[in-house]
């Protein structure tokens, strides 16, 4: 497995793949891999020749840098990891490099970011979306594989490969969670024995919600209220709860099947997404 932190070395060993006709598949990530980041790994190593996982904590995507400071960052288990799942090669760039003195773009996915995440932490798709895109200029990925837990980041990053034309597959893969059904997440391990108690209150109250729709509940609001009581009865802070359309993110008054509930809570401080595609 190759370690590189030059975009140049990069480009020409995923170019020296791509001429020999190897289909490369990158999974981007910012470290502290998991099952979760695992998955994408092995969906990217059955759909590809060649893997390359990035691992970048990205400056530019996080509102507050006491988070970004926090960022765990256990490079020698990631390494671990990507080696014994046949990873090709890991991607490592140093910020300096990444943005250099000078660098002066951005790119903004207008409306699809306005609302959710975006609403609550400015700039952080700008980030998102600006590191992405330089992370699939650089490997030049014909695949590229991504967490549906983060379900309004692949909303975005489908929209930005559609409109800028870029040539890449966009593979979306379903959320891993832990063996109670708690989302798995980097941030995870900033939980409390307590907090993550009172966490499970989002999964658990995901799957009821599905449960109420299955008995033929439709009405957004009743549905969303079932959430809103179960995660505020365990001291959660909730930041949204809404069912909303797959592709433009905007709330339902009426559920339907594949519309999606999206849940943003705090459990102890810490910010825990998660999401479910009604069925
Ligand atoms: P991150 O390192 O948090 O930026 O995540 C890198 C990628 O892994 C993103 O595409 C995430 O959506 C994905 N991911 C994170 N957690 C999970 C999970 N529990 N299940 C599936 N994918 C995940």
Redesign the pocket.
């Known amino acids: 497995m190759k370690v590189v932190e030059d975009p140049d070395v990069l480009a020409s060993t995923t170019r020296k793949w791509q001429t020999n006709g190897q289909v490369v598949g990158l999974v981007?990530?910012?470290?502290?891999l998991h099952a979760?980041?695992q998955?994408?790994i092995e969906r990217a190593r059955s759909m590809c020749d060649r893997v390359v996982v990035s691992i970048f904590v990205n400056p530019i995507q996080f509102s507050e840098s006491s988070d970004f400071l926090s960022y765990p960052t256990p490079i020698d288990s990631d390494l671990d990891m990507c080696q014994t799942l046949g990873v090709d090669l890991v991607y490592r760039p140093d910020a300096k490099r990444m943005y250099p003195e000078g660098f002066s773009t951005s790119i903004h996915v207008a409306r699809l970011t306005d609302a959710w995440e975006g609403r609550d932490r400015p700039g952080h798709f700008d980030g998102v979306a600006t590191v992405v895109t330089k992370l699939l200029a650089a490997s030049r990925a014909d695949k590229a594989f991504?967490?549906?837990?983060?379900f309004q980041?692949c909303a975005v990053l489908r929209r930005l490969i559609t409109d800028l034309d870029l040539d890449v597959e966009m593979v979306v893969?379903?959320?891993?969670?832990d063996h109670d059904g708690l989302?798995?997440?980097?941030r995870n391990e900033r939980l409390s024995a307590e907090s993550r108690r009172n966490a499970l209150a989002i999964p658990t109250s995901l799957r009821s919600l599905q449960k109420h729709f299955d008995d033929g509940q439709t009405e957004s609001a009743t549905l969303c209220d079932s959430i809103v009581q179960a995660l505020t009865d365990n001291d959660l802070v909730i930041h949204y709860v809404e069912i909303v359309d797959s592709t433009d993110l905007a709330p339902v008054g009426t559920a339907q099947v594949g519309n999606v509930v999206i849940v943003a809570a705090s459990s102890g401080g810490v910010r825990l997404l998660d999401n479910h595609i009604l069925t």
Not at 146 to 150: C, E, L, N, S, T
């Open positions: 981007p990530t910012m470290g502290a979760g980041h998955s994408l991504f967490g549906q837990k983060d980041q893969c379903p959320t891993v969670r989302a798995l997440s980097s």
